[in-house]
């Protein structure tokens, strides 16, 4: 069985050693997969640690900071900005977001086909942040950290009631249900770092209306 543990910051997190998972044969991974779907739909958050490997992390930020930007300004949100980034469906980022691993984790989660996927990657330099919101839309959302600086730019998630500090590092991921837990980030302290994330939400295909 793969490494599920749970790690406390100020609140428990569940986390997956992600690479472990390719380590098992296909009836134990298969097993281990549901479980980890059935702890994502408990506690609609869980961190895949080492979900990109360090020497891929380089080129995918690459790519990541090469698409088309703009700056996003949530004024519902204190008039909080940072970039927006396009990421390309077909690249190497989009193609490591939605491998067919993380698709089948999400199915399982979702008990539904995956009907649409859009990405975007997101930058907060020195001073920005994220204030607490919930997504309006999509059904799983999984952020690749791609570059945390050495202070700040921490994710916050509000888990029972608590708020959970979760520390990525780049090449983790987080795979949660962003319309239903209120997150944000913190904001970016080290002078000229920045956060980078990838950013695929996955929507399920909508139930069919009964007759
Ligand atoms: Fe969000």
Redesign the pocket.
């Known amino acids: 069985m793969a490494a599920l543990h749970r790690v406390s910051t100020d609140g428990p997190v569940p986390v997956v050693v992600w690479p472990e998972l390719f380590e098992l044969a296909d009836p134990a991974r298969t097993k281990c997969v549901d479980q980890i779907a059935r702890m994502l739909c408990d506690e609609r958050l869980i961190v895949l640690q080492h979900f990109a490997d360090h020497c891929l992390l380089p080129d995918l930020k690459s790519e990541a900071l090469a698409g088309r930007s703009f700056r996003v300004t949530a004024t519902e949100r204190e008039d909080e900005v940072w970039s927006e980034h396009q990421i390309e469906p077909g690249g190497h980022l989009w193609t490591a977001m939605t491998s067919p691993m993380t698709e089948n984790l999400i199915v399982c989660a979702l008990e539904r086909p995956i009907f649409i996927r859009r990405g975007w990657a997101n930058v907060y330099e020195c001073g920005e942040k ?1 204030g607490w ?3 309006g839309e999509g059904d799983l ?1 999984l952020v690749l950290c791609l570059e945390q600086p050495t202070s700040g730019g921490i994710f916050l998630a509000s888990l029972r009631g608590c708020v959970a500090e979760i520390n990525l590092r780049a090449g983790d991921a987080l795979l949660f249900d ?1 319309t239903r837990l209120s ?1 944000a980030t913190t904001r970016v302290k080290a002078t000229n770092q920045r956060r980078i994330t990838s950013v695929i939400r996955f929507y399920a295909l909508p139930v069919p209306l009964q007759e």
């Open positions: 994220n919101h919930r997504d959302q962003a997150h």
